[in-house]
């Protein structure tokens, strides 16, 4: 294998990482792997909120723009690329106002609403069960459904699942098949209810735990159950996931718990910081706010632990990414994504990988023109943001067994807001290649980085870098911000690589 020739007998890779100022040396522990890194880790989130969905997935089978059943031929192609491991649908906040029977049957007879969650914007549900499943299908993705607990009843939600799952045998599952689809589909996640501190309901944590007990032992799909997720906490109120898990049924009801996470560029709510155009300052403070996700998956580790749910009850991050201010007048939620989502991105997946054992699934908030998009489009018009190409460049990881990593980086800053200028990753794939995500999240200074090669001659990968702290890419000139290849040669049983300011490099060892 390579990864044995090149590690040998040794029980450590090390990388030696050298600024001008600074030396640092990252261990890689081949003799302790944490865990398989869940290709669900790299999940996406579509919910019906702005352009997510209609015009940015769906513009349907008569529109101009070339598409599948509806769905855009671009978008598709490039989501296929990514090889989408698992989608989150209807929501999000939306979830608790969407009931299911809206969303079926012929599309033009289907009745339009209003999206009361987001704006009271029209919503016309072209896109509805079978569209999403179908969507799923092609992409050879799993499936994670939201069902309404806000204002729906257990009787609703029964009903959504049996026709979605039942082979045969009831009206629903004939009404399924008069719909245009014989066979069920599968749902491989399910989660009852969303946010229900704040969108969701307000409801106290007891009061949820009671409504979800309620609901968990009641719903019911055709053949094995899918992973059943409680709506758990955000950042920095892990106390209500405590309260909830303090209910005695949770171990029997329950796969795991969820955890929202956030970057906000100054932390502040109201004005959360722009998108471009911002200050060294706010690099800064996004990359110290972003690397705060550890403390908030240790903390909820810990909570888990406390009730002694077992090894087996997950920590679902089901909604993250950066949440900057939008452009007046665009759809909800959209935003322009830079050279400093894509660090954001990495950095998040190198966090996830150290608590691959505990952390199954996270779900980028959103996959199209809302939030951290992997893609934005504007009519016709479509472009990868550099998100989507740290999403692209990380594929080797889905299903890799990740690999300790320890190392003592420059850091950039002082005292709260200081951070290491490096961080770096490692797995072992099931091809037993070795792996190393690397991010240089200096705004302004490149670091040399020198991995062992034992007796290894190359490494191949690609490096994602920007000219400015703010660089994207437009509909005018969608190229600003790509991966360049990138291939170094073993030189005195080494490989040496010079990390650019603010980049993401990802190498396999050959």
Same mark, same amino acid.
């Given at each position: 294998?390579?990864?044995?020739?090149?590690?040998?007998?040794?029980?450590?890779?090390?990388?030696?990482?050298?600024?001008?100022?600074?030396?640092?040396?990252?261990?890689?522990?081949?003799?302790?792997?944490?865990?398989?890194?869940?290709?669900?880790?790299?999940?996406?989130?579509?919910?019906?909120?702005?352009?997510?969905?209609?015009?940015?997935?769906?513009?349907?089978?008569?529109?101009?723009?070339?598409?599948?059943?509806?769905?855009?031929?671009?978008?598709?192609?490039?989501?296929?690329?990514?090889?989408?491991?698992?989608?989150?649908?209807?929501?999000?906040?939306?979830?608790?106002?969407?009931?299911?029977?809206?969303?079926?049957?012929?599309?033009?007879?289907?009745?339009?609403?209003?999206?009361?969650?987001?704006?009271?914007?029209?919503?016309?549900?072209?896109?509805?069960?079978?569209?999403?499943?179908? #969507? *799923?299908?092609?992409?050879?993705?799993?499936? @994670?459904?939201?069902?309404?607990?806000?204002? !729906?009843?257990? $009787? /609703? =939600?029964?009903?959504?699942?049996?026709?979605?799952?039942?082979?045969?045998?009831?009206?629903?599952?004939?009404?399924?098949?008069?719909?245009?689809?014989?066979?069920?589909?599968?749902?491989?996640?399910?989660?009852?209810?969303?946010?229900?501190?704040?969108?969701?309901?307000?409801?106290?944590?007891?009061?949820?735990?009671?409504?979800?007990?309620?609901?968990?032992?009641?719903?019911?799909?055709?053949?094995?159950?899918?992973?059943?997720?409680?709506?758990?906490?955000?950042?920095?109120?892990?106390?209500?996931?405590?309260?909830?898990?303090?209910?005695?049924?949770?171990?029997? #009801? *329950?796969?795991?718990?969820?955890?929202?996470? @956030?970057?906000?560029?100054?932390?502040?709510? !109201?004005?959360? $910081? /722009? =998108?471009?155009?911002?200050?060294?300052?706010?690099?800064?403070?996004?990359?110290?706010?972003?690397?705060?996700?550890?403390?908030?998956?240790?903390?909820?580790?810990?909570?888990?632990?406390?009730?002694?749910?077992?090894?087996?009850?997950?920590?679902?991050?089901?909604?993250?990414?950066?949440?900057?201010?939008?452009?007046?007048?665009?759809?909800?939620?959209?935003?322009?994504?830079?050279?400093?989502?894509?660090?954001?991105?990495?950095?998040?997946?190198?966090?996830?990988?150290?608590?691959?054992?505990?952390?199954?699934?996270?779900?980028?908030?959103?996959?199209?023109?809302? #939030?951290?998009?992997?893609?934005?489009?504007?009519?016709?018009?479509?472009?990868?943001?550099?998100?989507?190409?740290?999403? /692209?460049?990380?594929?080797?990881?889905?299903?890799?067994?990740?690999?300790?990593?320890?190392?003592?980086?420059?850091?950039?800053?002082?005292?709260?807001?200081?951070?290491?200028?490096?961080?770096?990753?490692?797995?072992?794939?099931?091809?037993?290649?070795?792996?190393?995500?690397?991010?240089?999240?200096?705004?302004?200074?490149?670091?040399?980085?020198?991995?062992?090669?034992?007796?290894?001659?190359?490494?191949?990968?690609?490096?994602?870098?920007?000219?400015?702290?703010?660089?994207?890419?437009?509909?005018?000139?969608?190229?600003?911000?790509?991966?360049?290849?990138?291939?170094?040669?073993?030189?005195?049983?080494?490989?040496?690589?010079?990390?650019?300011?603010?980049?993401?490099?990802?190498?396999?060892? /050959?």
């Amino acid at each position: 294998m390579i990864f044995n020739r090149l590690l040998g007998s040794a029980a450590s890779v090390l990388l030696m990482a050298g600024a001008a100022q600074a030396q640092t040396m990252i261990e890689i522990d081949r003799d302790a792997p944490i865990g398989t890194i869940a290709p669900e880790v790299y999940g996406q989130f579509v919910e019906h909120l702005g352009a997510g969905i209609y015009d940015g997935i769906w513009v349907g089978e008569d529109s101009g723009i070339a598409n599948t059943d509806g769905i855009r031929d671009d978008v598709f192609a490039a989501l296929d690329r990514l090889d989408v491991p698992v989608m989150r649908w209807p929501g999000g906040c939306y979830a608790d106002l969407y009931h299911w029977r809206d969303g079926i049957g012929p599309r033009e007879q289907r009745a339009g609403t209003v999206n009361m969650a987001w704006g009271g914007t029209p919503e016309s549900n072209q896109f509805g069960t079978h569209e999403f499943f179908d #969507l *799923a299908e092609r992409l050879g993705a799993k499936t @994670y459904l939201n069902v309404n607990l806000g204002t !729906g009843t257990p $009787g /609703e =939600a029964q009903a959504w699942l049996e026709y979605i799952t039942l082979p045969e045998g009831s009206d629903l599952a004939e009404e399924r098949k008069a719909n245009g689809r014989e066979e069920p589909w599968t749902i491989d996640y399910l989660s009852i209810g969303n946010e229900t501190w704040g969108c969701g309901g307000n409801m106290r944590p007891a009061y949820y735990a009671d409504l979800y007990a309620q609901w968990a032992t009641l719903l019911k799909t055709a053949g094995e159950m899918p992973k059943r997720v409680i709506s758990g906490s955000h950042e920095g109120n892990i106390d209500y996931s405590g309260e909830i898990l303090d209910h005695p049924g949770m171990g029997e #009801l *329950a796969d795991g718990i969820s955890l929202h996470y @956030y970057t906000l560029p100054t932390g502040d709510w !109201g004005d959360k $910081g /722009e =998108a471009t155009g911002f200050p060294e300052a706010e690099w800064n403070s996004t990359i110290t706010r972003t690397l705060r996700m550890e403390e908030a998956i240790e903390q909820s580790l810990a909570m888990i632990d406390k009730h002694e749910l077992g090894q087996d009850f997950g920590l679902y991050v089901d909604e993250w990414g950066m949440w900057v201010n939008g452009p007046e007048g665009a759809p909800a939620l959209y935003q322009q994504n830079t050279i400093r989502d894509a660090v954001v991105a990495a950095l998040n997946f190198h966090l996830f990988h150290e608590h691959a054992d505990r952390v199954p699934m996270t779900n980028i908030a959103q996959m199209v023109n809302v #939030l951290q998009a992997m893609i934005l489009t504007d009519g016709p018009d479509m472009l990868l943001t550099p998100t989507y190409h740290v999403f /692209e460049m990380y594929r080797p990881f889905q299903g890799a067994t990740a690999l300790p990593v320890s190392l003592d980086a420059p850091m950039i800053g002082e005292g709260e807001g200081a951070f290491a200028a490096i961080s770096a990753t490692a797995a072992l794939t099931e091809e037993d290649e070795l792996v190393v995500g690397l991010v240089n999240a200096d705004p302004n200074a490149a670091h040399r980085v020198t991995m062992a090669a034992g007796d290894a001659r190359r490494a191949r990968g690609r490096v994602l870098t920007a000219d400015s702290i703010d660089a994207h890419n437009t509909f005018d000139a969608p190229d600003t911000v790509v991966p360049e290849a990138l291939s170094v040669r073993a030189r005195d049983g080494s490989f040496t690589v010079e990390l650019p300011p603010r980049s993401v490099t990802v190498l396999t060892v /050959e």
